[in-house]
């Protein structure tokens, strides 16, 4: 990498002014539009980069990309890297990736190994499946791990690789197509609501999906490592044990509208029970212990019809966020951060970028479908309909409990680190 860059994009005067008066209202920032392609073969990987949003996308690809000898340097909005405290699962597929870009001990230090789903009627707390995650022998890699945690290793294997991370550092995108200046390429990891999304894919708004998620943690050691799913009418509630004697709670409410300013505020804890009163005591008795929870809007937007342009793209929340009834949303930023990395190996950047949207673009729209359609499973409303459902269940995870899972085989069983 060539001499100190700074992530905060400063006003180039001349040309870019003129690229401003013609292509875009973009407000300041030092960028530049490349005449050339540089080529990524072997031998000439040093792609200039700089990665906007330090989240598990920006900080995956930041390691993939600085093993494979680029200049990377990521840029994070935030005075610090934090994460609010809440847990996240991550599955065989996004495992993969964490095994291939060296850090599976790392992880494995800081998570627990899931070996079980429990599927449960909310209100009666009846278990109406369970699915053994063990199921092929082996460990094949399902994990639950606090977000802060998954972050520092990240954070640490980005540093490790060379990436220069910098913090309360907001890059203002530039005009589309541009990169910042001296630079190859500028990444949008900058989530659900990036900016850098409306210069590479056309402006899209992203939409609240009438459901609002409370998270929160609360003390429990000792707890068997299983995911917990209770279901009842219009809403769920998951949970699942995370390291340091906790508990992790994600709980889903339908919901007509969402005024708050934020998009995730603090509320308090009666407002949670208040919502799951008609389910199981076991229920109940955690949030009776809940003293501190956030609660979230679920906003989306469509999976981007562009995944790059120029000398830009996107990864992660950024360029598909997805309702978070797969749990897939973290495990879909890592595939990206690999599939980006290995398809810069080879070729004109051009060609790189259009490799890496071709291989990531269906795989992650029908991820995104399965995700939303999870929500209409978990949330039905008519006794008569979901005790059928859950019967149905019920005689699948008796006759053929393989069956349930192996649903998902083109999902968890998929290793884009083998591709
Ligand atoms: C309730 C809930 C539960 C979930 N559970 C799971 C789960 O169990 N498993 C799973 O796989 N996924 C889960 N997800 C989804 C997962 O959290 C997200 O998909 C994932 O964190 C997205 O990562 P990201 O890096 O793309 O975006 P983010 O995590 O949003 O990171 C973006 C980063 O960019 C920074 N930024 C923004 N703009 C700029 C800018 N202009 N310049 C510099 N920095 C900027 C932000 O500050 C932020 O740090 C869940 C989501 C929710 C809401």
Known sequence: ??????????????????????????????????????????????????????GIAGLAAARALALDGHGVRACEKSPEISEVGAGIQVSPNGYAVVKALGLADALDAVSIRAERVRLIDGPTGREVVGLDLRRRGGDAGWRFVHRARLIDLLKDGAEAAGVALETGAEIAPPPAGAALEGDDLLLGADGLKSRLRARVDEASKPFFTGQVAWR????????????????????????YPLQGGLR?????????????????????????????????PRVKGWLDRIEDVHLWGLFRHRVADRWWS???????????????????????????????ARALREGLLAEGLGRYQAERKARVTRVVDAATANARNYH??????????????????????????????????HDVTRG
């Open 1 to 54: 990498m060539s001499g100190p860059r700074r992530c905060i994009a400063t006003t180039d005067r001349g040309r870019a002014a003129s690229i401003r008066a013609r292509l875009d209202p973009y407000q300041g920032g030092r960028f530049h539009i490349r005449e050339t392609d540089p080529r990524t073969t072997e031998g000439n990987r040093d792609v200039k980069i700089t990665i906007a949003g330090a």
């Open 216 to 239: 929160a943690l609360l003390p429990d050691a000792g707890a068997a490592p299983e995911v917990e799913v209770h279901m009842g009418p219009g809403r769920h509630l998951v949970s």
């Open 248 to 280: 992790n709670i994600v709980a889903v409410e339908e919901r007509q509208g969402w005024a708050e300013e934020g998009w995730s505020h603090r509320d308090h804890p009666a407002n949670l029970r208040g919502a799951f009163t008609g389910f199981s």
């Open 310 to 340: 120029g000398h830009q793209a996107l990864i992660g929340d950024a360029a598909h966020p997805t309702l978070p009834f797969l749990a897939q949303g973290a495990n879909m930023a890592l595939e990206d951060a690999w599939v980006l």
């Open 380 to 413: 039905l409303s008519s006794p008569l309909v979901r005790g059928v459902a859950h019967a149905g269940l019920r005689l699948i995870g008796m006759a053929a409990p393989d069956r349930l899972l192996g649903r998902f085989d083109w999902l968890y069983g």
